[in-house]
Nanobody
């Protein structure tokens, strides 16, 4: 049974940093595409970043490019999202998701419908 658990969210002031962790069990992340998405009430889920650990694809939304970094950790079967220079508009529930390699993550973008398993989400609030 696949399980994804996000952690690392919280309250941070504008300009601050957080590192989100997506820990997986029931599968080995390096054989899959992993996406980070975020959602605020009343809006569609937005693809923030994704990585294909075996295929090499990498994507960042324009709104986070240069501030967020996605990376994989084989030893801990985890994927991280390092978020720097946070802005109030980054406030959202952040989700990680796993999809088949080559299907979820593309250099041009990522779509929630291409992912099969989702975590429960972690709240990120950027406010002074």
């Amino acid at each position: 049974q696949v399980q994804l658990v996000e952690s690392g969210g919280g309250l941070v002031q504008p300009g601050g940093s957080l590192r989100l962790n997506c820990a997986a069990s029931g599968l080995t992340l390096r054989y899959y595409d992993i996406g980070w998405f975020r959602q605020v009430p009343g809006k569609e889920r937005e693809g923030v970043s994704c990585i294909s650990l075996s295929g090499g694809s990498l994507y960042y939304a324009d709104s986070v490019k240069g501030r967020f970094t996605i990376s994989g950790d084989d030893a801990n079967n985890s994927v991280y999202l390092q978020m720097n220079s946070l802005k109030p508009e980054d406030t959202a529930v952040y989700y990680c998701a796993v999809g088949d390699s080559g299907h979820g993550c593309h250099a041009a973008g990522t779509r929630s419908r291409d992912y099969d398993s989702w975590g429960q989400g972690t709240q990120v609030t950027v406010s002074s």
